[in-house]
């Protein structure tokens, strides 16, 4: 099912999305890189759903969207360091890697206890976030069968329509990966570079 809304969504159409997510549901949402599969992290029926769609191996570590840095602090460990470069990138196309505390469900993360999080620069996963009050656990919205990657609403709903809830359909998105930067080593480590420049990280 497509949903269209607009970039920056009502508070009608985010409620209603938002009771998808609460029962049990996945979603998949544009973001400021591509689409991706969506869903709550306390909601281990709703990450096993994730999981099987995109095929994904249960032991490998899931990223978490937030609304702020702030939001982010709940959840991971951010020293001064780690703060100024975050504050700097995000929102934008960046997922950084933390070391997680205490307030992190036992689904997300692996075993070194760190996540992937992500500020996107959009306000359909803003709103979102918002709304459940809690951060989304997202994966790209990539077929596992051939790895192509889905950047508009209907090649979304082709691939993973049969296990979602909703496919919200707010316009282009860029088509592209987060750059991944790992900050728990001594120095920053890029893991990848997708559409956010780690020239100053290289």
Same mark, same amino acid.
């Given at each position: ?14 409620? $209603?999305?938002?009771?998808?997510? /609460?029962?049990?549901?996945? &979603? ?43 939001? &982010?602090? #709940? ?9 100024? *470069?975050?504050? $700097? ?9 933390? #070391?997680?505390? $205490? ?12 996540? =992937?999080?992500?500020?996107? @620069? ?7 976030? #918002? ?10 919205? *990539?077929?596992? #069968? ?10 979304? /709903?082709?691939?993973? =329509?049969? =296990?979602?809830?909703?496919? *919200? ?12 930067? @790992?900050?728990?080593? /001594?120095?920053? /480590?890029?893991?990848?570079? =997708? ?8």
């Amino acid at each position: 099912m497509i949903l269209q809304m607009a970039a920056h969504p009502s508070a009608y159409h985010l409620e $209603r999305v938002a009771t998808f997510l /609460e029962d049990d549901g996945v &979603i998949a949402i544009p973001t400021d890189t591509t689409y991706s599969l969506a869903c709550l992290p306390d909601n281990r029926t709703a990450v096993n759903k994730l999981v099987a769609l995109r095929r994904l191996d249960p032991k490998k570590p899931l990223a978490l969207v937030f609304r702020d840095i702030k939001h &982010i602090s #709940e959840y991971a460990m951010v020293d001064d360091v780690q703060y100024r *470069i975050v504050k $700097r990138y995000l929102p934008g196309p960046y997922c950084f890697i933390l #070391e997680a505390n $205490r307030n992190l469900p036992r689904v997300i993360g692996d075993k070194r206890k760190r996540i =992937g999080v992500r500020v996107p @620069d959009h306000g359909v996963a803003q709103g979102l976030i #918002e709304q459940v009050n809690r951060p989304l656990i997202v994966t790209s919205a *990539i077929d596992p #069968e051939t790895d192509m990657m889905a950047n508009d609403p209907w090649t979304v /709903e082709s691939l993973f =329509g049969h =296990g979602l809830s909703a496919v *919200i359909d707010a316009g282009d998105v860029p088509g592209g990966v987060s750059s991944i930067v @790992d900050l728990t080593t /001594e120095n920053p /480590e890029v893991y990848r570079t =997708g559409l956010g420049d780690t020239s100053e990280f290289a």
